[in-house]
Every structure is written in structure tokens, then in C-alpha cells.
């Protein structure tokens, strides 16, 4: 990905930035625990760090190691070195392991079949859990479980989409 | 093991990203909102000016987008003045439910069949046995979570079962957080909450640092009219995303360690314009500058005022609105405090309620008890000094007080001769930093007062159950005699 913008001018380089970077960014840095509003604030920052650094042509891996780089040490700034390094270097490491090669496209897609392969009871459960954001004792009423049942079922739900992404992802 | 955790933490992380992607669409999309933001922030950053002309339409932009601003503020105060009634129900001299539940502390779930009925319950939120067998219970309308104590933190998913408990609770009004340093308490575990029906005080106790999310998710609390933050880290995102609380009229933060300048804090504070009780005591004893005080004098509704925590001017104390129905204040040369700058108090002939932390200084005292004798409608007075002498001269000025706080360092019967001016008082509360025997205390057989029906002691006494009961029988059986 070229990006070498002249100062003071937008540079046409940036939307082709954008559409690479933006969402797998915006992922890293919710898997370093950024929470979402914070993301969209520190994916803006970092942006305007690599406009400002200029960003030689050495393609999209090391221009994505280079906005990853610097959206860690912003997150970190953010928190005021709050959270451990420790944490945010192992969160770092399990991306590198599982989304590394390709941004976490691969991962993501294998999440969307081992979603699609799930009963629809299943699938609305976490559908009202993760895309409506409704609480365990709401999503209880609507299912005729208990807050503890709504809790139980998700947890086994995660660690069955974890095995089954891991399936998937097995070469 | 801390690094498996981490690990662990962070795949955990990376599915909530994924599902919320995949099920809700919250992955940003590509869009020109990012370009442009990012090249307007960079614009920002090397301060690039618009020349000749451009320039100038600007100018006449800002200054016509200005006007419109403070047209539209002004409305806006206008119609808060207008708006500000009493709500029904909240009493804005006793914002937190006072006098506070008698709580009821349980250990274990065995424990819990010898309480029988109760209506203010505290419990440990780790014991899982506990939360469970509590789901439902149409008894409890005060609530204490407190945290596993040594046994560990509580983390996430058992915070939530806690909440989801809680929110089973049909009469729950009161829920008591006192956890500890690195118990969980986060945005989804109080998103639980938005199901209790009857939820109005909230109290956290070294909670979650008060983000824009904790503060969001508290918004989500239907009912919400009091909420007390104790030794939680506050940040400026989070005190100003508390104004999206639809019912909040009382605030208190106190002990609190606060992630932004004090000039910011007040300008997020002066978003919360439903607050008609308002109390900041920040760690360490920090004391914010007079100046700060005008931010909060922008709140519309604003009747009650801990300034406490601030430097009093005197010109900053002209400026309090007369509409003030409770001050809370500490009166200390260190603080600005003159006999002028009290005198300036006596303008406030609204209030009902008054705090005073008295120092060692006769002149203020003096002047501390000639502006509360000008207070015709004072109610409740609570008067804490560091010598009893200092102390007395106030409250004997309070004539028409109902309701009575002292600190008594022993003298026992200086505080009674006091008291025997106060012909209206109904309650006396009084604390000693040490415990106080029965040569001390019987000093208050010599109690007479028509209307009194309530004496309370807050610290340890030393008395025998037969002195006890010669003391209520001295009283009689109108007034309730409370002691440890």
C-alpha cells in the first residue's frame, strides 16, 4: 500500500488506506480491549499518525504491522498505561496467532459458518446476546429459560463456536 | 498462569468482536465520515489557517454559529427555570433515602433461614448459593453486593449473576455496591440492572472507573434518581454521558480519583441539568478553586450544593442562588473562609439544610453563628468541630432546627445545655471519635425537649443493659433512644 501523502495535502493514497486497514484495525484494537467508542476514536488517531509519518511503499503487511504498532502504543497512551503492557502484549500475540495472515478474515469467516450451522434457538440467543444487546433476564422472558439458564447456554454456545472455529481453521 | 489468563481474556475478546460483527454489524464500514475526520484532525494538527477570503467567511460563520449558541442556551435556561418543579416523591433533604435501611449482613445461605423477612440485606455477591436462593424475593427493598473479601475478586460473569439477582428483586429501590479494589464491576454487569422495576438509589463503592461506558449503561437505569460514587476513578467522557440519566436529581462523588482538570470536570458536571443535589469530595482532600463554582451555578434545578471541597470567596459566595434549600460547607481560613465571606451567607434565607465543619477559630465561629441565626427556615443542621466550645455557640443560634447532628469529643453535658435551647428539636444524632461511658452519657437524662422523639448515638458506648434502660425510661417512652 503506497502511502506517501505531501504535507498539508489530502492525499488520494488514503482511501485506499481506509478500505484496507479500517475494519481489521478497528478489530485489533477491540481484541486489545478497547471498548467500541474508544476503537472508532484511536482508528481515527492512528490514521492521522501514519498521514502524518508518510508510510513507505513495503506493502500491506508491514503497513498493517505499522497502523497495528501504532494503534497499540495509542491505546496504551489512552489508558494511561492502566492496563498491564503485559495483558495488551498477549492480546497482541493472539492476534498474530489467529488473525495475523490475513487480517482475521479468515477467522471471522469461520465464526460466520459455525454461526450458520447452529439451531435457530441457539442463533437467537445470540442474537439478542451480541446484536441486540438485551440483558440476560430479558432474553430469559423471551426464551422461557432462567437468567442462570440464559448464562449457562452461552457459555457452552462460546466454547462450542471456539471448538468448531478451530475445526475449521485446522489446515 | 497470569499469562494464560491474558490469553484467555483476549481469544474471549476477540469472539465478543466477532459475534458483534457478524450478528449486530458493529465493524466499521469504509466510508468517507473516517477520511474525513482523519484529514480534519490532521488539518487540526498543523494549525493550518484559512487565507484571504475563505478566512473571513469563516469568521462570519463562527461568530453567526456563536449567536445562534447563546440564543439557544439562553432559551434553554429559560425553560429550565420555567420546568423546575419538585419532583414527586424526592426529598432534597434527604437525596439518599435518609435515614439509611438497618442493613441486615448474612453469611452463608444457611444463615438465611433465621432472618426470616427483611427488608435491607447485605450480602456477599461471590457465594453463588446465596444469589440464587434470593432470586424473586418480593421482601428486599435494599440491597448490599459486597466483594469476596480475602477470597479472591470477583470477576465478570459472577457480578452479573449478582445483578441479574438483584434485578429479580420486585421492591428492590436500594442497591449497595462495597467491593473491593479489583472486583468487576463493568458496563454489562450493570446493563442487568435495567430490569429492576423499582431502582432509584444506586451506591458503588470503589467501583469501576466512571467511563463513558459504566456512565451509559447507568443511563440505562429507568428510575435512577440518586447515585453515589465512592473511591472510583471518574473520567470527564463519564460524568458528561450521566446527562443521557433521564430521572438522575442527586450526584455524589466522593474519594474520588478524577482522570481530568477540574475545569473540565465542572464543564461535564454543567451538562447534568436535572440535578437538584450535587456533592464532589474528591481524594485526598484536594480543594477546588472558588472559580469552579460558577460552572455549577449554570445547573438550573440545583438546590442543594456540598461546597465542601471548595475555596469560598466571598464574591463567589454572593453569587450562590437564593433558591438553595441545602449548603454543606467547611469553614477554614485555609479555604478562603472570612467573617465577611460568611456574612454573604446570610442572603440564602431558603435553606432548610446546613452543614458546617467548624475549625478552631472563635472570629468564624462567631460569624458561623450569627449568619445561621438569620436562617429562618433551617430544618437540619449538623455542625462537626474540633473543639466542642466551637461548636456549641452555632447551634444554640439554630433555634427552629428539627434535626440535629454534633460531634461530641465526650462533653456530654455541654452538648445537652445546648440542646435546651432548641425547643423544635425533634432528632439528635451525635458521634465521638472514642466510646463514651455512662458517666458521660447520663448527662442526657437531663434531656427535656417537647418534640424530641429520636436520640441517636453513631459511635461505641460502654453501657450496661440496666443503665440502658434507666436511660429510655429518663426519656421516655416517646423517644426512641438508638445506640451501637
Keep these: 500500500m503506497a502511502v506517501a501523502p505531501a504535507a498539508g495535502a489530502p ?75 503485559r495483558e495488551v502484549h498477549e492480546a497482541d500475540l493472539v492476534w498474530q496467532e489467529r488473525c495475523g495472515d490475513d487480517d482475521g478474515d479468515g477467522w471471522f469467516e469461520a465464526l460466520g459458518r459455525c454461526l450458520d450451522g ?45 471448538d468448531c472455529i478451530e475445526r475449521r481453521r485446522k489446515p | 498462569m497470569k499469562v494464560d489468563a491474558a490469553r484467555e481474556r483476549a481469544g474471549e475478546r476477540l469472539l465478543d468482536v466477532g459475534l458483534q460483527e457478524l450478528l449486530r454489524g458493529r465493524a466499521p464500514e469504509h466510508d468517507a465520515d473516517l477520511r474525513a475526520a482523519v484529514l480534519a484532525k490532521r488539518a487540526a494538527d498543523e494549525d493550518l489557517g484559512a ?43 434527604a437525596p439518599w433515602g435518609e435515614p439509611g435501611p ?37 421482601d428486599i427493598e435494599a440491597l448490599m453486593l459486597m466483594g ?23 421492591q428492590l429501590r436500594r442497591l449497595s455496591l462495597a467491593l473491593g479494589p479489583g472486583d468487576k464491576i463493568t458496563a454489562r454487569a450493570l446493563r442487568e440492572l435495567r430490569a429492576a422495576p423499582q431502582l432509584v438509589h444506586l451506591d458503588i463503592d470503589a467501583g469501576p472507573t466512571l467511563d463513558e461506558g459504566v456512565a451509559k449503561a447507568i443511563c440505562e437505569l429507568p428510575k435512577l434518581r440518586s447515585l453515589r460514587l465512592w473511591s472510583t476513578r471518574v473520567e470527564v467522557a463519564g460524568v458528561r454521558a450521566l446527562a443521557g440519566t433521564p430521572s438522575l436529581l442527586a450526584l455524589a ?10 475545569g473540565e470536570l465542572f464543564d461535564a458536571v454543567r451538562e447534568l441539568r436535572t440535578l437538584r443535589v450535587l456533592s464532589i469530595a474528591p481524594r485526598g482532600g484536594k480543594v477546588f478553586a472558588a472559580r469552579h463554582v460558577g460552572a455549577l451555578l449554570g445547573l438550573p434545578k440545583l438546590v442543594v450544593l456540598d461546597l465542601g471541597a471548595f475555596e469560598l470567596e466571598e464574591r463567589t459566595l454572593l453569587q450562590l442562588p437564593t433558591r438553595l434549600e441545602g449548603l454543606a460547607i467547611r469553614v477554614a481560613r485555609s479555604r478562603g473562609a472570612t467573617s465577611s465571606s460568611l456574612r454573604a451567607l446570610g442572603r440564602l434565607s431558603g435553606l ?39 461548636q456549641w455557640s452555632v447551634v444554640t443560634a439554630a433555634s427552629r432546627v428539627r434535626s440535629l447532628f454534633v460531634e461530641c469529643s465526650g462533653d456530654v453535658q455541654a452538648m445537652v445545655g ?14 465521638s471519635p472514642r466510646d463514651l461511658h455512662w458517666d458521660e452519657l447520663q448527662a442526657l437524662q437531663g434531656l427535656s425537649l417537647p418534640r424530641l422523639r429520636k436520640v441517636v448515638c453513631t459511635s461505641g458506648v460502654r453501657l450496661s443493659a440496666e443503665q440502658r434502660q434507666r436511660l429510655a425510661d429518663s426519656l421516655g417512652p416517646a423517644v426512641e433512644v438508638r445506640l451501637p
Design chain 1, 11 to 85: 492525499p488520494d493514497e488514503l482511501d485506499g488506506l481506509i478500505e484496507r486497514h479500517q475494519r481489521p484495525l478497528w478489530r485489533y484494537l477491540r481484541v486489545l480491549g478497547a471498548a467500541p467508542d474508544l476503537a472508532d476514536d484511536l482508528l481515527q488517531d492512528t490514521f492521522v499518525v501514519a498521514l502524518r509519518r508518510g508510510i513507505e511503499d513495503r506493502g500491506a503487511a508491514a503497513t498493517g504491522a505499522f497502523l497495528r504498532t501504532t494503534a497499540r502504543h495509542l491505546f496504551l497512551k489512552s489508558r494511561r498505561r492502566r492496563v498491564a503492557e
Design chain 1, 118 to 162: 447452529l439451531p435457530p434457538r441457539s442463533r437467537r440467543l445470540l442474537e439478542g446476546a451480541y446484536g441486540q444487546d438485551l440483558g440476560r433476564t430479558a432474553l430469559a422472558r423471551e426464551l422461557g429459560l432462567t437468567a442462570f439458564g440464559v448464562k449457562t447456554a452461552l457459555r457452552r454456545l462460546r466454547a462450542a463456536l471456539r
Design chain 2, 418 to 431: 445546648a440542646c435546651s435551647r432548641l425547643r423544635e428539636l425533634e432528632s439528635l444524632s451525635f458521634h
Design chain 2, 253 to 262: 462523588l466522593h474519594g474520588t480519583d478524577l482522570a481530568c482538570t477540574d
Design chain 2, 51 to 93: 487565507p484571504g477570503a475563505r478566512r473571513r467567511w469563516l469568521t462570519a460563520a463562527l461568530v453567526l454559529l456563536g449567536s445562534c449558541v447563546a440564543i439557544g442556551v439562553s432559551w434553554l435556561q429559560l425553560r429550565d427555570r420555567r420546568a423546575a418543579v419538585q419532583e414527586p416523591g424526592f426529598d432534597v433533604l
Design chain 2, 148 to 170: 469476596n473479601g480475602s477470597k479472591g475478586r470477583v470477576d465478570e460473569e459472577t457480578m452479573c449473576d449478582a445483578m441479574c439477582m438483584a434485578a429479580s428483586l420486585p
Design chain 2, 352 to 390: 432548610r439544610w446546613l452543614s458546617l465543619v467548624l475549625e478552631q477559630d472563635p472570629e468564624l465561629t462567631a460569624a458561623s453563628a450569627a449568619f445561621v441565626a438569620r436562617l429562618p427556615r433551617l430544618e437540619r443542621l449538623s455542625c462537626v468541630a474540633g473543639g466542642d466550645e466551637y
Design chain 2, 102 to 138: 438497618s442493613w441486615t449482613i448474612v453469611h452463608g445461605v444457611q444463615s438465611l433461614g433465621g432472618v426470616g423477612r427483611v427488608s435491607a440485606l447485605g450480602i456477599s455477591c461471590g457465594d453463588a448459593q446465596m444469589i440464587a436462593a434470593l432470586q424473586g424475593r418480593d
